[in-house]
């Protein structure tokens, strides 16, 4: 039987966050870099569950710190699809290499 360690979280974790800094880094789709950022911020929210589980098992610090990115990651997400659809009313685009200029 397979026990989880806090390696397998730690590894998990590194992982989701490669992903998602492929994600926000390479693709050129606005909503693309936003799920990748969102798949890091819920990469360290398995990292700290891991911590808080293996270190400190009787007390709710990780999940505590786990909501309060859940929360920040929800704000973001709103507020970025709101930039997004801004821009895609402004330009007709949301491919953000074409995007590039602060001003209208």
């Known amino acids: 039987m397979l026990t989880l360690t806090l390696n397998h979280f730690l590894v998990l974790g590194a992982i989701l966050f490669c992903v998602g800094l492929y994600g926000a880094l390479a693709k050129g789709h606005a909503v693309a870099v936003l799920m990748g950022i969102e798949l890091m911020l819920n990469s360290v929210n398995i990292t700290l569950v891991g911590f808080a589980r ?51």
């Open 54 to 104: 293996f270190l400190a098992p009787d007390q709710l610090l990780g999940q505590v710190f786990a909501v309060f990115v859940i929360t920040a990651a929800a704000a973001e997400a709103a507020v970025g699809l709101a930039i997004v659809l801004v821009v895609y009313r402004q330009r007709r685009t949301v491919n953000v290499e074409e995007v590039d200029l602060l001003k209208w």
